[in-house]
Nanobody, 124 residues
Framework: QVQLIESGGGLVQAGGSLRLSCATSGRTISGVVMGWFRQAPGKERDFVAAISSAGRITRYADSVKGRFIISRDNAKNTVYLQMNSLKPEDTAVYYC?????????????????WGQGTQVTVSS
């Protein structure tokens, strides 16, 4: 069993930055893929970014490429999402998720544990 707890969300003006954190407990995450997803009101939960177990491979949604950076500190069992140049369309609840297998996938069904989410609101 693993628990994922997101933090760092909030209200920010367009063009600003936020850094989300995902702290894990219950088991180490050093050997697993970790990902971030987001869900806006009335929309599906969409892939944002993912990172391989050692941090060497990352994948991003086209909508955030060049603005967001995913990273991890396995010694702290924590995954981060640095969000820069934020836009109003980035407004959503952001979820951290643990991958089921070693491949860095973008589909929701490739992740088996989810956090409770943290709200990010970007004002124009």
């Amino acid at each position: 069993q693993v628990q994922l707890i997101e933090s760092g969300g909030g209200l920010v003006q367009a063009g600003g930055s936020l850094r989300l954190s995902c702290a894990t407990s219950g088991r180490t995450i050093s050997g697993v893929v970790m990902g971030w997803f987001r869900q806006a009101p009335g929309k599906e939960r969409d892939f944002v970014a993912a990172i391989s177990s050692a941090g060497r491979i990352t994948r991003y949604a086209d909508s955030v490429k060049g603005r967001f950076i995913i990273s991890r500190d396995n010694a702290k069992n924590t995954v981060y999402l640095q969000m820069n140049s934020l836009k109003p369309e980035d407004t959503a609840v952001y979820y951290c998720a643990k991958g089921r297998n070693p491949t860095v996938n973008t589909g929701r069904d490739s992740y088996d544990y989810w956090g409770q989410g943290t709200q990010v609101t970007v004002s124009s």
